[in-house]
């Protein structure tokens, strides 16, 4: 992420910088919005709960209290890790290289190991 961003979520706002993680549920009504006009990049990543259904049945039932901000509840370690598998994510997503939705669909598993 470059620059600073508000995420509004449910009536609930915090101010978010690079190399912040947040948990949104994804039919909580949510927004960015741009803190400054520096530019602001940011990488969201949704993944379908269909995807991942057969290997984890009740993944469409899990659910987030509030904007969980992963930061305050994760060692440095799991922390920096889970940063990495989300960049990797994206990373393979973007450059559409050959079977990069296997790639992609490997990176899930990742996040859910």
Do not use: W
């Not at 509030?66 to 440095?76: A, P, R």
């Not at 079977?99 to 996040?111: G, T």
Request: charged letters at 20%; one cysteine or more; hydrophobic letters at 35%.
């Amino acid at each position: 992420m470059q620059g600073q961003i508000c995420l509004e979520s449910e009536n609930k706002s915090v101010n978010l910088s690079s190399g912040d993680i947040y948990l949104v549920n994804s039919m909580d009504t949510h927004c960015f919005k741009a803190l400054d006009n520096q530019g602001t990049l940011i990488l969201s990543t949704q993944i379908s709960p269909k995807i991942i259904e057969p290997l984890y049945p009740n993944a469409s039932r899990i659910r987030f209290i509030d904007c969980l901000q992963l930061k305050s509840c994760l060692e440095n370690e799991c922390y920096q890790e889970l940063s990495r598998l989300i960049l990797k994510l994206g990373q393979n997503f973007l450059q559409e290289a050959n079977n990069y939705e296997l790639k992609c669909l490997a990176n899930v598993s990742e996040l859910f190991y």
